[in-house]
Each structure stands twice: as structure tokens, then as C-alpha cells.
């Protein structure tokens, strides 16, 4: 199945997995004009203005939060929720993947999905294990996390934790539309793809998995929002009550 230009098999998985594509209706109900917005290379690169600070100022502020490396932490890992939902719901639909390059992608860091990434040129790729680390490990996760580790002082084992997190909870919500739509095929792509991903050293010690169920080994620091506790796949079985940097790593 080839992508098609509005790549529009990840719409009935969900918001996190959709990714638009310029030209399209992209901007449509008022949005912004996506050849406004920032790419995410500028994101990784902390230009000025700075998109990821005002990532982390929504966020901050959505969560009431006075605490930067939380709100930091969350933004981060949300990004990646979106950056592995979209390509991993293209591998397992598609078969293939859109070149996801920084340069490529235009993001609104004031936005939320499905609104908030736009894909700029559609250049088809193999839809392996390999092309997926590439584009999302390397391309993404890694600048990201030395942008993000930079400006707030997050620890990389917290960063890399929610970067397996999120891949987790990709895998598992694709699982979950496969088998309700009777598509084991797909859902056994899935599988085998998010098995091959979490084989990756920068993967391998974020956590246990047993199916679709992951507990990771680092926090993510949710319990600190205030109202928070902990999340399903968290270290932790209650919010602890030890020194601020606890888990962080």
C-alpha cells in the first residue's frame, strides 16, 4: 500500500497518529499557516524565538506547574509520543514511512495533536525497524533529548524512559485498533516492528515489556504536577515522597 498524499490511514487510529501534510488542509479552521511555523530542526537547535521553551510554557501552564524540568519532561515525551505514533501507524498501515526529517517537519509548539505537525514533502521510505530508529531514534530523539537536557537539566535516563514509554503506548493503541478491526496481520506487524525497536541499545534498558504491557524503569516526574501520581507504566506504584531529583535518572 503506498502512502497516499494526505496520509490518511492514521485518521481512524487516532489524533496522536496523524500527521498532516503541506499542501492540504493543513490550515484549515483558522490554524496557522504551516510554512509560518518552525521546523523541528529549529526546534532541536533552540533558534530564537525558542519553540521549545514555548512548548514547555504551555505545557507548564496546563499543568500548573512551576517546576521547568516537569513541564520539560512531559513536553518532551509527548513529542515523542507523536513522533513514534505517526511513524510507527505509517509502517504498520502503509508499510513504509515518510521521510521524517527535522527540516521536513513544521511543528506549533503552542498546539496540541493532531495539530501541531505538519509534513512539508512526502518522500517515501522502507518501513522497517531500521528506517524507523533512523528517523525517529536518531533524528529526532537524540537532538531532542540533548535540547531538552541542555535547557533544563533533565537526566537522559528520564528522557530515554519516555521516549520507550511512548513508543509502548503507540504499539499498544495500534494493537488495540488491529484486533478491534480484525486485522491480526497488522497487529502482528506492529508487534514485530516495536520488538526489533526496543532490541536498540538507546532502548533496550528503559524497561520490561510482556506483551503490550511495559513498566519502565525510570519516572517521568508526573507525580510532582500538582494533582498528579503516578502513570500506568511507571516505576514507581505510589508517588514517592523522597528529594526532588528522585527517579529522575
Given at each position: ?88 501507524g505509517c509502517a504498520v498501515r502503509y508499510g513504509r514511512l515518510p521521510d521524517l526529517d527535522p527540516r521536513l517537519l513544521r511543528w506549533d509548539p503552542l498546539a496540541s495533536a493532531p495539530d501541531d505537525l505538519y509534513l512539508t ?46 513508543l509502548a503506548g503507540a504499539a499498544r493503541e495500534l494493537d488495540r485498533w488491529a484486533r478491534a478491526h480484525g486485522r491480526t496481520d497488522l497487529a502482528g506487524r506492529a508487534r514485530a516492528l516495536t520488538g526489533e525497536l526496543f ?51
Amino acid at each position: 500500500m503506498d502512502l497516499d498524499p494526505a496520509l490518511a490511514a492514521l485518521r481512524p487510529l487516532g489524533g496522536f497518529f496523524v500527521l498532516r501534510t503541506v499542501p492540504g488542509p493543513a490550515g484549515a479552521g483558522g490554524g496557522p499557516d504551516p510554512g509560518s511555523l518552525p521546523t523541528l530542526a529549529e526546534t532541536y537547535e533552540r533558534v530564537t524565538p525558542d519553540p521549545l521553551a514555548a512548548r514547555v510554557a504551555v505545557v507548564a501552564d496546563r499543568l500548573r506547574t512551576r517546576e521547568p524540568r516537569v513541564a520539560a519532561s512531559i513536553a518532551q515525551q509527548g513529542l515523542a509520543a507523536r513522533l513514534w505514533s505517526t511513524a510507527l501507524g505509517c509502517a504498520v498501515r502503509y508499510g513504509r514511512l515518510p521521510d521524517l526529517d527535522p527540516r521536513l517537519l513544521r511543528w506549533d509548539p503552542l498546539a496540541s495533536a493532531p495539530d501541531d505537525l505538519y509534513l512539508t514533502e512526502l518522500r517515501p521510505l522502507p518501513g522497517d525497524a531500521t528506517t524507523l530508529a533512523a528517523a525517529v531514534l536518531h533524528g529526532h530523539l537524540e537532538p531532542l533529548a540533548e535540547a531538552v537536557t541542555a535547557g533544563y537539566g533533565s537526566a537522559p535516563g528520564l528522557l530515554w524512559g519516555n521516549a520507550g514509554s511512548a513508543l509502548a503506548g503507540a504499539a499498544r493503541e495500534l494493537d488495540r485498533w488491529a484486533r478491534a478491526h480484525g486485522r491480526t496481520d497488522l497487529a502482528g506487524r506492529a508487534r514485530a516492528l516495536t520488538g526489533e525497536l526496543f532490541d536498540h541499545p538507546l532502548l533496550r534498558t528503559t524497561g520490561t515489556r510482556a506483551g503490550t504491557a511495559f513498566r519502565r524503569r525510570s519516572c517521568c516526574l508526573y507525580y510532582r504536577v500538582p494533582g498528579g501520581g503516578v502513570c500506568g507504566d511507571c516505576c514507581f506504584t505510589r508517588p514517592p515522597r523522597s528529594s526532588p531529583g528522585a527517579a529522575s535518572g
